[in-house]
């Protein structure tokens, strides 16, 4: 049995508390990649982060936040859905890692995020993506997640309550 539980949904926020709540349900840890982020030992922002060094600093620090949360024990861990582009990120995730995909229709997603009131442009633009990014995040993380769930128009409450029906069925727990 893997040691913690990757949860990863387009829709960061939503992910986020799904997280939260199912970390609580099961007594264990939560984690957050981008809270873990630190910034070359500088209090930086997400959004100074981006503007100083890019989304490929981003990455790279990423990557390394990844590898370092998969040696944790007793987690959930909310992953950036962009995580799942760049190689090796989810393989290094499933080492010690059951990884959960919160999957909706892109479309509602790009609807959803053209409404959003980001704090600044650069925020705006880094969680935007394109469709065809968005597109091949979802294939990724359909082909590689080890539970998929559709979340389609349902509440926070409602996709924690499946996210922990599935750990179960997963493990052949009642």
């Given at each position: 049995?893997v040691?913690n539980?990757a949860?990863?949904?387009?829709?960061?926020d939503v992910?986020?508390?799904?997280?939260k709540m199912?970390?609580?349900?099961?007594e264990?840890h939560?984690?957050?990649?981008i809270?873990l982020?630190?910034f070359?030992n500088?209090?930086?922002?997400?959004?100074e982060?981006l503007?100083?060094?890019?989304?490929r600093?981003?990455?790279?620090?990423?990557?390394?936040?990844i590898?370092y949360?998969?040696?944790f024990?007793?987690?959930?861990?909310?992953?950036?859905?962009?995580?799942a582009e760049?190689?090796?990120?989810?393989?290094?995730l499933?080492t010690?890692?059951?990884?959960?995909?919160?999957?909706?229709?892109i479309r509602?997603f790009?609807?959803?995020?053209?409404?959003?009131?980001f704090?600044?442009e650069?925020?705006k633009?880094?969680?935007?993506?394109?469709?065809?990014?968005?597109?091949r995040?979802?294939?990724?993380?359909?082909t590689?997640?080890?539970?998929?769930?559709?979340?389609?128009?349902?509440s926070?409450?409602?996709i924690a309550?499946e996210?922990?029906?599935?750990?179960k069925?997963?493990?052949?727990?009642?």
């Amino acid at each position: 049995m893997v040691q913690n539980i990757a949860i990863i949904g387009l829709d960061r926020d939503v992910a986020y508390e799904v997280s939260k709540m199912v970390a609580n349900q099961l007594e264990m840890h939560f984690l957050d990649t981008i809270d873990l982020f630190e910034f070359d030992n500088k209090p930086r922002t997400l959004s100074e982060m981006l503007s100083q060094f890019g989304i490929r600093y981003f990455r790279q620090k990423e990557k390394g936040t990844i590898k370092y949360v998969t040696g944790f024990t007793n987690s959930v861990i909310n992953i950036e859905s962009g995580a799942a582009e760049f190689g090796g990120n989810l393989k290094e995730l499933k080492t010690n890692c059951l990884v959960i995909y919160l999957r909706q229709d892109i479309r509602d997603f790009l609807q959803t995020m053209n409404k959003k009131e980001f704090k600044d442009e650069i925020l705006k633009a880094f969680y935007y993506a394109s469709p065809n990014a968005i597109q091949r995040r979802d294939n990724h993380l359909l082909t590689d997640a080890d539970i998929v769930i559709d979340i389609y128009d349902q509440s926070v409450l409602k996709i924690a309550s499946e996210v922990l029906r599935k750990i179960k069925s997963f493990y052949g727990v009642n």
